[in-house]
């Protein structure tokens, strides 16, 4: 037989167990009751995450199998699931009109066990939250829905800045830009809307302000203040944003 020969019927052997493999993970990734509603993989490239129905998230390897119990305490269908760019953290919407953050890691920390609810839900939308994005940076977290608006939040569920308004219907995508200085929103009224965070922030003094104190919010000068500026800075945060 010739080597050309040889190399197209290796070709096909690859091929067919290519597909096989193919099939393969299809079938084990739908053994699951339910619709599923929203997926990502994790920038590593080693996880796949999923939303359903049956209001729970749900973390795979790439043989389709679970890598823990699923995800519990949404209310309502799940709608969106996101990877943090470090591939540590998942955020997942949901029609319960809540965001929540969990954390994936266990120890030892290169072995993910369980997701972890991280804080309560993020509050602040009046509808269903259709889309959720990190940050390129991992900082921050997009989120869309169907009350029209789009808003931005710290790790902590802090909202940073006034929801984004224009559209004039559900939001139904959002996502940031590589550089996260831009978010863009699209919308079911058929416009798609690009958001200059910064320019936003700096439209009064009070959205500056939120944006500030948010972001220092858990620093240890704060949480500790000694000097007299920073018991200022603490008390202009606390009479300002946190408010409580």
């Known amino acids: 037989m010739s080597p050309s020969l040889i190399d197209f019927f290796s070709l096909c052997i690859v ?20 619709a599923v509603t929203s997926l990502a993989f994790s920038p590593n490239g080693k996880y796949i995450v999923t939303g359903h129905q049956d ?8 043989r389709g199998k679970l890598i823990c119990a699923p995800f519990l305490p949404h209310r309502g269908e799940v709608t969106s699931v996101a990877f943090s760019p470090n591939s540590q953290e998942i955020v997942s919407g949901s029609q319960s009109k ?12 290169s072995n993910p066990r369980r997701g972890n609810p991280v804080g309560q839900p993020f509050q602040g939308h009046e509808g269903a939250v259709t889309s ?5 940076d991992g900082q921050y977290i997009v989120s869309g829905s169907r009350d029209r608006k789009v808003r931005l939040w710290n790790t902590q569920g802090n909202p940073i800045l006034q929801p984004l308004q224009g559209h004039e219907n ?17 919308s079911s009224d058929g416009t798609v809307r690009l958001w200059d965070i910064h320019s936003h922030a700096s439209e009064n003094w009070e959205d500056y ?8 919010r858990y620093h240890p000068i704060l949480k500790n203040p000694e000097t007299e500026e920073a018991k200022q800075a603490c008390e202009i945060c606390q ?3 946190w408010k409580g």
Do not use: M
């Open 55 to 62: 209001k729970k998230v749900r973390l795979w390897n790439l």
């Open 209 to 216: 302000l939120q944006v500030a104190c948010n972001r220092l």
């Open 15 to 34: 091929l067919i167990l290519s597909l096989g493999v193919l099939r393969w993970l299809s079938w084990s990734l739908l053994k699951i009751e339910g």
């Open 132 to 136: 959720v994005a990190f940050s390129p």
């Open 98 to 109: 809540a965001l929540q953050l969990w954390n994936l890691w266990g120890q030892p920390k």
């Open 170 to 186: 559900d939001v139904t995508s959002v996502a940031f830009s590589p550089d996260g200085q831009y978010i863009i929103s699209g």
């Open 239 to 241: 009479k300002y944003v």
